[in-house]
């Protein structure tokens, strides 16, 4: 009596596993893709979105600011002019052809 009610229960847990993979997994599984694909072209990605709710037209030239307080170059550093010093001993070096390592 025992074993026939364990290979009942392995039987209908064969079942149940069987229709959730066949039926219910399908089903999840679209509604996934479905929502990701809403969230990917909602966003205003360039391959399908509309950026703000507009569509621009081929062509158009759109140029968005951040809001908010710039920098201004004072406040950025300071430019620094470097010149470039040549050491003696290299430039005899060079010259002679000579090299002390």
Wanted: glycine share 8%; proline share 1%.
């Amino acid at each position: 009596m025992t074993l026939l009610r364990i290979i009942a229960v392995f039987i209908l847990i064969y079942l149940v596993f069987r229709v959730v993979t066949m039926y219910i997994m399908p089903w999840l599984l679209k509604k996934f893709i479905e929502r990701q694909r809403k969230k990917y072209y909602g966003q205003g990605s360039t391959f399908g979105g509309s950026r703000h709710g507009r569509r621009q037209k081929e062509g158009d030239t759109r140029i968005s600011y951040k809001q908010g307080k710039q920098k201004s170059s004072d406040e950025i550093g300071e430019y620094v002019d470097f010149k470039e010093i040549k050491d003696k001993n290299t430039s005899k070096k060079k010259k002679n052809g000579k090299d002390s390592r």
